[in-house]
């Protein structure tokens, strides 16, 4: 079971590690000045799920899920 543990914290701390990056690749929800005249209504804003921003929301979601679910685990008593 300590071996388990071991590969489960080394799990742990490259998702938090890759988590990490992630957040910070990400551009911020502000729009800035380009809402003001419409501008944010471009190719990118209206496909926002198939460009790389929303690749890295979908990631930066399931590697949050996968770092609860490691968190809880690796918090159980029974290593």
């Not at 988590?19 to 809402?35: D, I, N, R, T, W």
């Not at 930066?60 to 490691?70: C, D, G, N, S, W």
């Amino acid at each position: 079971m300590a071996a388990l543990k071991i590969v489960l914290t080394i799990l742990f701390i490259l998702v938090c590690i890759a988590l990490v990056v992630l957040v910070l690749m990400q551009e911020g929800k502000s729009a800035g000045l380009g809402a003001i005249s419409g501008a944010a209504e471009t190719y990118w804003g209206k496909n926002k799920g198939r460009s790389m921003e929303g690749q890295l929301v979908k990631i930066t979601k399931v590697l949050a899920l996968l770092f609860m679910v490691l968190a809880v685990v690796l918090n159980l008593s029974v290593f």
